[in-house]
């Protein structure tokens, strides 16, 4: 019923820059939080940022102060900035997020986009 999709990945030199979007499609009735996450080879997958439907964001530690989270909620969007880009930061990018949907009455679930990778060179 709800469909995520990427897009914004790539190669980046390493002090780059990337923005990754995030669009939510399908018979959605509101979006509760939004997130990102990645995960790099060999290591298991970690919440990168996340904001509520209200704008409250929260950050893991080693992105603070260089990526910044937003949502357009006319667009049923979520967006990543990502500034001073490190090699560390090379990983396969997923959006999340939490949908209230029309099935019948109204369900909520948790969905997952395809990733996008992300590769910054050094």
């Known amino acids: 019923q709800v469909q995520l999709v990427e897009s914004g990945g790539g190669l980046v030199q390493a002090g780059g820059s990337l923005r990754l979007s995030c669009a939510a499609s399908?018979?959605?009735?509101?979006?509760?939080?939004m997130g990102w996450y990645r995960q790099a080879p060999g290591k298991q997958r970690e919440l990168v940022a996340r904001?509520?439907?209200?704008?409250?964001?929260n950050y893991v530690d080693s992105v603070k102060g260089r990526f910044t989270i937003s949502r357009d909620g006319a667009k049923n969007a979520v967006y990543l900035q990502m500034n001073s880009l490190k090699p560390e930061d090379t990983a396969v990018y997923y959006c999340?997020?939490?949908?209230?949907?029309?099935?019948?009455?109204?369900?909520?679930?948790?969905?997952w986009g395809q990733g996008t990778q992300v590769t910054v060179a050094s």
């Open positions: 904001i509520t439907s209200g704008g409250r964001t």
């Open positions: 999340n997020a939490d949908v209230t949907y029309y099935s019948g009455g109204l369900d909520t679930d948790t969905y």
């Open positions: 399908g018979t959605i009735f509101s979006i509760n939080a």
